[in-house]
């Protein structure tokens, strides 16, 4: 059964599991994928990286209003609506919504789900009648849940439908780029967002090869990068990069990361914590670059006779150096080795 969104927002809300996925619509099956008592009963979700860490540097207590930019499973939230903290938790996806509302219906009206993008959070608090936070929480990447789920199609090591969308509304999905684009446009990408150095040779690869046969799985995708270069033992998949550029076009989350950064000083209150968990260096690189400049009193040229006020001064960097994950935690949760976490305090 063929579903809006929004009737499909309502669904995963009920506790419907996502089956399938086009670029409009969702499709819903009608058995349950949480489980029909409380909290205890749901099934394992995410993996939540660097918990305390965060938690502690988003300084959750009773009093503070904070935001979750990536509620997904709600583990970060939840830990923060335990310190006495209020919460909204923000994200696109209807799935996480129906998981972490299930969670975290313990919190009563401490705990406010949205739905949308962390990049327009700023609006959506607004909305909501919020000027200002005392934390802005983003743990930027993918879910385990969506990881592992075979129908969103974000792991080339399990077969299904070549979607990537973290939200539904999304308009884009992996299979239009690489059936629709352009050579040069596809080579762009897995260059730019993959930083994948045969980006031309996979590029003309795949445009030559959906002449014959579209493109419509994750694994079917895996496999024709994989017959073009060959692993030789390498540990790494050859279709790896590809697929984190796919899945950053789809999503457009370093754009998103970019409207975070743009409009964090207009929500977080003097004090308020901005804490970004990223993944890969693509994203680090912004955050870090941000932070730099954002806590530079002056800044100088080599053209200037002295430096100047910096009219971008606006926070403290609280991590000089990234924090990362414990060897603990590495082998608990293998995912969370790349997590990176920078802290900065607004003035």
């Not at 086009?22 to 499709?27: E, K």
């Not at 919190?107 to 608090?125: C, I, K, S, W, Y």
């Not at 090591?157 to 884009?172: K, V």
């Not at 009193?297 to 971008?312: A, L, S, V």
């Amino acid at each position: 059964m063929k579903l809006s969104y929004h009737a499909a927002e309502a669904n995963a809300k009920a506790g419907n599991r996502i089956i399938s996925c086009s670029q409009d619509t969702y499709l819903y099956s009608e058995a349950p994928v949480l489980g029909g008592g409380g909290a205890e009963d749901l099934p394992h979700y995410h993996e939540t990286v660097l918990l305390e860490e965060c938690v502690q540097a988003m300084q959750a207590g009773s009093g503070k209003v904070l935001v979750d930019g990536t509620l997904g499973g709600g583990g970060h939230t939840g830990r923060m609506l335990e310190c006495g903290a209020d919460v909204y938790g923000i994200d696109r996806d209807p799935q996480a919504h129906a998981y972490a509302g299930k969670r975290l219906k313990k919190f009563g009206d401490r705990f406010h789900p949205v739905v949308g993008n962390f990049a327009d959070a700023l609006e959506l608090m607004r909305e909501r009648g919020i000027e200002k936070v005392d934390g802005w929480l983003v743990d930027l990447g993918v879910s385990s849940w969506q990881f592992d789920c075979d129908e969103r199609g974000f792991s080339f090591q399990r077969e299904g439908p070549l979607d990537m969308r973290m939200g539904p509304s999304s308009p884009l999905t992996a299979a239009d780029i690489v059936n629709q684009w352009s050579e040069q446009e596809i080579a762009r990408i897995i260059w730019e967002y993959g930083e994948e150095r045969a980006s031309r040779k996979i590029a003309k690869y795949i445009c030559e090869q959906r002449q014959q046969t579209p493109y419509v799985t994750t694994t079917q995708l895996a496999a024709s990068i994989e017959k073009l270069i060959p692993r030789y033992g390498k540990k790494i998949h050859p279709a790896t990069k590809v697929f984190q550029a796919l899945r950053i076009e789809v999503n457009d989350e370093l754009g998103a990361l970019k409207k975070l950064l743009e409009t964090a000083g207009d929500l977080l209150a003097s004090g308020g914590r901005l804490c970004v968990i990223s993944f890969h260096s693509l994203e680090d690189r912004m955050v870090k670059r941000f932070l730099k400049n954002a806590s530079m009193k002056e800044i100088d040229r080599p053209e200037w006779p002295e430096p100047r006020p910096n009219p971008d001064y606006s926070f403290n960097a609280i991590t000089r150096k990234p924090i990362k994950a414990t060897a603990g935690e590495v082998k608990r949760n293998p995912r969370s080795r790349s997590a990176v976490l920078r802290v900065g305090e607004r003035l």
